[in-house]
Protein backbone atom coordinates (compact mmCIF):
# COMPACT_ATOMS: atom_id res chain seq x y z
CA UNK A 1 0.00 0.00 0.00
CA UNK A 2 1.18 3.43 -0.75
CA UNK A 3 -0.37 6.73 1.00
CA UNK A 4 -0.46 9.70 -0.49
CA UNK A 5 1.49 12.91 -0.04
CA UNK A 6 -0.69 14.07 2.22
CA UNK A 7 -1.37 11.42 4.66
CA UNK A 8 2.16 11.33 4.67
CA UNK A 9 2.15 14.97 6.10
CA UNK A 10 -0.55 14.32 8.36
CA UNK A 11 1.55 11.20 9.60
CA UNK A 12 4.77 13.12 10.40
CA UNK A 13 2.66 15.36 12.51
CA UNK A 14 0.93 12.04 14.27
CA UNK A 15 4.58 10.65 14.63
CA UNK A 16 6.03 14.06 16.05
CA UNK A 17 3.45 13.82 18.55
CA UNK A 18 3.48 10.14 19.28
CA UNK A 19 7.49 10.12 19.48
CA UNK A 20 7.47 13.58 21.42
CA UNK A 21 5.50 12.24 24.79
CA UNK A 22 6.05 8.28 24.92
CA UNK A 23 9.30 9.31 26.98
CA UNK A 24 6.77 11.27 29.75
CA UNK A 25 5.63 8.38 31.70
CA UNK A 26 9.40 7.58 31.84
CA UNK A 27 10.01 10.28 34.21
CA UNK A 28 6.80 10.30 36.45
CA UNK A 29 7.97 10.12 40.44
CA UNK A 30 6.40 6.94 40.93
CA UNK A 31 8.36 4.79 38.54
CA UNK A 32 11.90 6.87 39.69
CA UNK A 33 10.57 6.01 43.04
CA UNK A 34 10.34 2.24 42.48
CA UNK A 35 13.79 2.11 40.40
CA UNK A 36 11.83 -0.20 37.17
CA UNK A 37 14.49 -1.61 35.59
CA UNK A 38 15.12 -0.67 31.76
CA UNK A 39 14.80 -4.17 30.81
CA UNK A 40 11.27 -4.48 32.92
CA UNK A 41 10.02 -1.16 31.61
CA UNK A 42 10.67 -2.32 27.74
CA UNK A 43 9.03 -5.31 28.17
CA UNK A 44 5.99 -3.79 29.42
CA UNK A 45 6.66 -1.39 26.49
CA UNK A 46 6.91 -3.78 23.98
CA UNK A 47 3.71 -5.60 24.98
CA UNK A 48 1.52 -2.47 23.65
CA UNK A 49 3.72 -2.30 20.50
CA UNK A 50 2.89 -6.01 19.69
CA UNK A 51 -0.91 -5.81 20.80
CA UNK A 52 -2.37 -2.49 19.77
CA UNK A 53 -1.40 -3.39 15.64
CA UNK A 54 -4.25 -5.67 16.01
CA UNK A 55 -6.86 -3.74 16.44
CA UNK A 56 -5.80 -2.46 12.66
CA UNK A 57 -7.05 -6.19 11.15
CA UNK A 58 -10.40 -4.76 10.19
CA UNK A 59 -8.83 -2.45 8.13
CA UNK A 60 -5.94 -4.85 6.67
CA UNK A 61 -5.91 -9.17 6.84
CA UNK A 62 -3.52 -10.47 9.02
CA UNK A 63 0.13 -11.02 6.83
CA UNK A 64 3.47 -11.51 8.73
CA UNK A 65 6.34 -9.65 6.77
CA UNK A 66 9.92 -11.33 7.35
CA UNK A 67 11.26 -8.17 6.69
CA UNK A 68 8.80 -6.54 9.23
CA UNK A 69 9.54 -8.57 12.03
CA UNK A 70 13.43 -7.66 11.45
CA UNK A 71 12.92 -4.18 11.60
CA UNK A 72 10.89 -5.39 14.90
CA UNK A 73 14.96 -6.88 15.94
CA UNK A 74 16.74 -4.54 15.19
CA UNK A 75 14.24 -1.79 16.95
CA UNK A 76 15.33 -3.74 20.17
CA UNK A 77 18.41 -2.32 21.46
CA UNK A 78 16.82 1.56 20.69
CA UNK A 79 13.61 0.27 22.94
CA UNK A 80 16.22 -0.39 26.06
CA UNK A 81 18.10 2.61 25.53
CA UNK A 82 15.33 5.14 25.31
CA UNK A 83 14.42 4.45 29.02
CA UNK A 84 18.24 4.41 30.08
CA UNK A 85 18.05 7.91 28.21
CA UNK A 86 15.51 9.57 29.72
CA UNK A 87 16.25 8.39 33.02
CA UNK A 88 19.49 9.53 33.17
CA UNK A 89 20.44 12.48 30.82
CA UNK A 90 16.70 13.68 30.53
CA UNK A 91 14.08 14.41 27.88
CA UNK A 92 15.22 17.54 26.55
CA UNK A 93 18.66 16.72 26.17
CA UNK A 94 18.94 12.87 25.69
CA UNK A 95 16.09 13.00 23.53
CA UNK A 96 17.81 15.96 21.34
CA UNK A 97 21.16 14.04 21.19
CA UNK A 98 19.00 10.77 20.01
CA UNK A 99 17.23 12.82 17.07
CA UNK A 100 19.94 13.92 16.19
CA UNK A 101 21.42 10.26 15.28
CA UNK A 102 18.66 9.12 14.19
CA UNK A 103 17.88 11.46 11.24
CA UNK A 104 21.45 11.00 10.64
CA UNK A 105 21.68 7.86 10.09
CA UNK A 106 17.66 7.17 8.28
CA UNK A 107 18.73 9.86 6.25
CA UNK A 108 21.89 7.78 5.00
CA UNK A 109 19.83 5.03 4.88
CA UNK A 110 17.59 6.90 2.23
CA UNK A 111 19.97 7.65 -0.13
CA UNK A 112 21.60 4.35 -0.06
CA UNK A 113 18.31 3.15 -1.56
CA UNK A 114 18.46 6.06 -4.37
CA UNK A 115 16.42 8.32 -2.88
CA UNK A 116 16.84 11.24 -5.56
CA UNK A 117 17.03 15.02 -3.87
CA UNK A 118 15.41 17.89 -5.51
CA UNK A 119 18.14 20.25 -4.73
CA UNK A 120 21.30 19.08 -3.19
CA UNK A 121 22.85 22.03 -2.31
CA UNK A 122 19.26 23.13 -0.24
CA UNK A 123 18.82 19.75 1.09
CA UNK A 124 22.62 20.14 2.46
CA UNK A 125 21.80 23.44 4.22
CA UNK A 126 18.50 22.14 5.50
CA UNK A 127 20.22 19.29 7.17
CA UNK A 128 22.85 21.76 8.60
CA UNK A 129 20.21 23.73 10.00
CA UNK A 130 18.56 21.07 11.35
CA UNK A 131 21.96 19.27 13.31
CA UNK A 132 22.57 23.07 14.19
CA UNK A 133 19.61 23.68 15.51
CA UNK A 134 19.40 20.83 17.46
CA UNK A 135 22.56 20.90 19.18
CA UNK A 136 21.35 24.37 19.62
CA UNK A 137 18.69 22.88 21.86
CA UNK A 138 21.05 21.09 23.72
CA UNK A 139 23.46 23.89 24.63
CA UNK A 140 19.96 25.48 26.02
CA UNK A 141 20.77 26.67 30.04
CA UNK A 142 19.01 24.30 32.31
CA UNK A 143 18.02 24.35 35.81
CA UNK A 144 21.16 23.01 37.93
CA UNK A 145 19.99 19.09 37.88
CA UNK A 146 16.84 19.68 35.52
CA UNK A 147 17.18 16.41 34.29
CA UNK A 148 16.85 15.06 37.52
CA UNK A 149 14.57 17.01 39.08
CA UNK A 150 11.68 14.29 39.73
CA UNK A 151 14.40 12.66 41.88
CA UNK A 152 15.19 15.51 44.14
CA UNK A 153 11.82 16.68 44.78
CA UNK A 154 11.35 12.97 45.63
CA UNK A 155 14.54 13.23 48.11
CA UNK A 156 13.75 16.62 49.28
CA UNK A 157 10.13 15.40 50.66
CA UNK A 158 11.38 12.00 51.59
CA UNK A 159 14.01 14.14 54.06
CA UNK A 160 11.56 16.36 55.23
CA UNK A 161 9.19 13.22 56.93
CA UNK A 162 12.03 12.10 58.15
CA UNK A 163 13.09 15.09 59.80
CA UNK A 164 9.24 15.73 60.72
CA UNK A 165 9.10 12.21 62.39
CA UNK A 166 12.44 13.34 64.65
CA UNK A 167 11.31 16.86 65.58
CA UNK A 168 7.29 14.95 66.29
CA UNK A 169 8.48 12.12 68.69
CA UNK A 170 11.63 14.07 69.90
CA UNK A 171 11.25 14.36 73.72
CA UNK A 172 10.47 10.02 73.73
CA UNK A 173 13.55 9.49 71.40
CA UNK A 174 15.60 11.87 74.01
CA UNK A 175 13.99 10.14 76.99
CA UNK A 176 15.02 6.96 75.80
CA UNK A 177 18.35 7.64 74.23
CA UNK A 178 18.96 8.80 77.78
CA UNK A 179 17.77 5.56 79.19
CA UNK A 180 20.01 3.65 77.08
CA UNK A 181 16.94 1.77 75.27
CA UNK A 182 17.76 3.37 72.14
CA UNK A 183 21.14 4.03 70.18
CA UNK A 184 21.88 6.65 67.87
CA UNK A 185 22.76 3.59 65.13
CA UNK A 186 19.05 2.77 65.59
CA UNK A 187 17.09 6.01 65.60
CA UNK A 188 16.95 6.71 61.89
CA UNK A 189 15.88 3.23 61.00
CA UNK A 190 12.88 3.95 63.51
CA UNK A 191 12.51 7.30 62.03
CA UNK A 192 12.27 5.42 58.88
CA UNK A 193 10.17 2.85 59.69
CA UNK A 194 7.28 5.91 61.16
CA UNK A 195 7.61 7.04 57.60
CA UNK A 196 6.66 4.19 55.89
CA UNK A 197 4.19 3.57 57.92
CA UNK A 198 2.62 6.72 56.98
CA UNK A 199 2.98 6.38 53.25
CA UNK A 200 1.17 3.41 53.67
CA UNK A 201 -1.40 5.17 54.88
CA UNK A 202 -1.43 7.93 52.21
CA UNK A 203 -1.88 5.36 49.91
CA UNK A 204 1.97 5.47 48.53
CA UNK A 205 4.31 2.99 48.24
CA UNK A 206 7.17 2.55 51.00
CA UNK A 207 9.93 5.43 49.78
CA UNK A 208 12.61 2.92 48.42
CA UNK A 209 15.19 5.87 47.11
CA UNK A 210 15.62 6.61 43.47
CA UNK A 211 18.50 5.01 42.20
CA UNK A 212 20.12 7.18 39.72
CA UNK A 213 20.78 5.44 35.84
CA UNK A 214 24.59 6.80 35.76
CA UNK A 215 25.41 9.41 32.35
CA UNK A 216 27.55 6.90 30.78
CA UNK A 217 24.09 4.25 30.44
CA UNK A 218 22.48 7.48 29.33
CA UNK A 219 25.40 8.23 26.51
CA UNK A 220 25.84 4.20 25.33
CA UNK A 221 21.80 4.91 25.47
CA UNK A 222 21.68 7.66 23.12
CA UNK A 223 24.08 5.29 20.76
CA UNK A 224 21.93 2.50 20.82
CA UNK A 225 18.19 4.64 19.86
CA UNK A 226 20.60 6.38 17.23
CA UNK A 227 21.99 3.64 15.18
CA UNK A 228 19.66 0.93 16.00
CA UNK A 229 16.34 3.36 15.73
CA UNK A 230 17.66 5.41 12.55
CA UNK A 231 17.92 1.50 10.90
CA UNK A 232 15.09 -0.39 12.38
CA UNK A 233 12.76 0.79 9.46
CA UNK A 234 15.29 0.04 6.51
CA UNK A 235 14.41 -3.34 6.09
CA UNK A 236 10.69 -2.03 4.69
CA UNK A 237 12.02 -0.93 1.72
CA UNK A 238 12.90 -4.51 0.40
CA UNK A 239 9.08 -5.99 1.06
CA UNK A 240 7.24 -6.74 -1.73
CA UNK A 241 4.08 -4.00 -1.97
CA UNK A 242 1.57 -6.52 -0.86
CA UNK A 243 3.63 -6.97 2.54
CA UNK A 244 3.63 -3.26 3.03
CA UNK A 245 1.00 -1.20 4.80
CA UNK A 246 -0.92 -0.90 7.80
CA UNK A 247 -0.03 -4.79 8.72
CA UNK A 248 3.61 -3.89 9.02
CA UNK A 249 3.26 -2.89 12.63
CA UNK A 250 1.78 -6.36 13.40
CA UNK A 251 4.96 -8.23 11.85
CA UNK A 252 7.22 -5.33 13.72
CA UNK A 253 5.10 -6.19 16.78
CA UNK A 254 5.75 -9.46 17.00
CA UNK A 255 9.71 -9.27 16.20
CA UNK A 256 10.42 -6.18 19.25
CA UNK A 257 8.00 -8.05 21.09
CA UNK A 258 9.59 -11.84 21.19
CA UNK A 259 12.48 -10.60 21.14
CA UNK A 260 12.25 -8.50 24.42
CA UNK A 261 10.40 -11.32 25.87
CA UNK A 262 13.49 -13.51 25.32
CA UNK A 263 16.11 -10.77 26.70
CA UNK A 264 13.04 -10.56 30.02
CA UNK A 265 13.25 -14.45 30.26
CA UNK A 266 16.96 -14.06 30.76
CA UNK A 267 17.00 -11.55 32.99
CA UNK A 268 14.42 -12.90 35.21
CA UNK A 269 16.67 -15.92 35.65
CA UNK A 270 19.70 -13.66 36.50
CA UNK A 271 17.55 -12.16 39.13
CA UNK A 272 16.61 -15.18 40.83
CA UNK A 273 19.57 -16.49 41.08
CA UNK A 274 20.92 -13.65 42.89
CA UNK A 275 18.44 -14.31 45.14
CA UNK A 276 15.65 -11.70 44.62
CA UNK A 277 12.25 -12.32 43.62
CA UNK A 278 11.38 -12.21 40.63
CA UNK A 279 7.58 -10.77 40.76
CA UNK A 280 8.93 -7.74 42.52
CA UNK A 281 10.70 -7.18 39.65
CA UNK A 282 7.75 -5.82 37.17
CA UNK A 283 6.25 -3.57 39.77
CA UNK A 284 2.43 -4.70 38.92
CA UNK A 285 0.92 -1.20 40.63
CA UNK A 286 2.43 0.74 38.45
CA UNK A 287 2.93 -1.01 35.56
CA UNK A 288 -0.04 1.22 33.57
CA UNK A 289 2.93 4.02 33.09
CA UNK A 290 5.33 1.82 30.81
CA UNK A 291 2.01 0.49 29.10
CA UNK A 292 0.97 4.43 28.47
CA UNK A 293 4.72 4.55 27.37
CA UNK A 294 4.12 1.90 24.81
CA UNK A 295 0.57 3.11 23.75
CA UNK A 296 1.87 6.51 22.68
CA UNK A 297 5.01 5.21 21.11
CA UNK A 298 3.04 2.50 18.78
CA UNK A 299 0.79 5.43 17.77
CA UNK A 300 4.00 7.13 16.63
CA UNK A 301 5.20 4.33 14.86
CA UNK A 302 1.90 3.56 12.95
CA UNK A 303 2.46 6.82 11.87
CA UNK A 304 6.20 6.63 10.77
CA UNK A 305 5.45 4.19 9.02
CA UNK A 306 2.84 5.39 6.91
CA UNK A 307 5.36 8.28 6.21
CA UNK A 308 7.94 5.74 5.04
CA UNK A 309 5.16 3.96 2.21
CA UNK A 310 4.57 8.00 1.35
CA UNK A 311 6.65 9.83 -1.42
CA UNK A 312 8.35 11.51 1.42
CA UNK A 313 9.95 7.99 1.96
CA UNK A 314 12.63 6.92 4.66
CA UNK A 315 14.99 10.02 4.15
CA UNK A 316 12.23 12.66 4.05
CA UNK A 317 9.10 11.71 6.51
CA UNK A 318 10.76 9.63 8.86
CA UNK A 319 13.80 12.13 9.87
CA UNK A 320 11.41 14.88 10.06
CA UNK A 321 9.36 12.68 12.14
CA UNK A 322 12.03 12.89 14.87
CA UNK A 323 11.53 16.76 15.32
CA UNK A 324 9.16 14.94 18.12
CA UNK A 325 12.47 16.38 19.81
CA UNK A 326 10.52 19.41 20.22
CA UNK A 327 7.78 18.02 21.77
CA UNK A 328 9.70 16.21 24.40
CA UNK A 329 11.67 19.66 24.74
CA UNK A 330 8.29 21.07 25.94
CA UNK A 331 7.53 18.66 27.72
CA UNK A 332 10.32 18.50 30.00
CA UNK A 333 10.01 22.23 30.13
CA UNK A 334 6.35 22.48 30.96
CA UNK A 335 6.14 19.12 32.93
CA UNK A 336 9.40 19.47 34.84
CA UNK A 337 10.81 22.78 34.77
CA UNK A 338 14.18 21.55 33.06
CA UNK A 339 14.34 25.18 31.25
CA UNK A 340 12.95 28.60 33.20
CA UNK A 341 13.01 32.29 32.56
CA UNK A 342 14.85 34.21 29.88
CA UNK A 343 16.43 30.65 28.87
CA UNK A 344 12.94 30.13 27.40
CA UNK A 345 13.09 32.55 24.64
CA UNK A 346 16.59 31.16 23.64
CA UNK A 347 14.74 27.68 23.52
CA UNK A 348 12.16 29.08 21.28
CA UNK A 349 15.17 30.90 18.97
CA UNK A 350 16.37 27.48 18.60
CA UNK A 351 13.05 26.08 17.84
CA UNK A 352 12.90 28.17 14.94
CA UNK A 353 16.13 27.20 13.79
CA UNK A 354 15.35 23.50 13.96
CA UNK A 355 11.94 23.94 12.16
CA UNK A 356 13.78 26.19 8.95
CA UNK A 357 16.22 22.72 8.51
CA UNK A 358 13.51 20.55 8.93
CA UNK A 359 10.85 21.95 6.07
CA UNK A 360 14.11 22.66 3.79
CA UNK A 361 14.96 19.19 3.80
CA UNK A 362 11.15 17.71 3.71
CA UNK A 363 11.12 20.07 0.31
CA UNK A 364 14.16 19.89 -1.08
CA UNK A 365 15.45 16.38 0.39
Known amino acids: MVFSRKVGWLAVIGGIIGFGLFGVPMKHKKVLKANMHSVIYSFYLSFMVFLVPFFLLFKEPFV???????????????CFGSVLVVQSIGLTVGISMWSVLVMFVSFCWGQIYGHEMKNTALTIVGLVLLFGGILLLIKVPRNEGGASQSEEKIRS?????????????????????????????????????????????????????????????????????????????APLKLAKPEYQGLMVPMSFGIGSFSAITLITIIFCI?????????????????????????????FGNICSIVTILSPLG????????????????????????????????????????????????GIYG
Open 270 to 298: KKKLEGQKVLELFHFKICYFALSSGLIWC
Open 157 to 233: REEEKINFAKSKHQDQELSLSSSGNLSEENLIPKVESMVNVEDSKMGQADPKGVKKVSNFMGWIGVLLVGICGGSSY
Open 314 to 361: LSIGYPLTQLAVLVSSLSGIILFKEITGKNIIYFAFCFVFAIGGGALL
Open 64 to 78: VSIYGVLAGFIWVPS
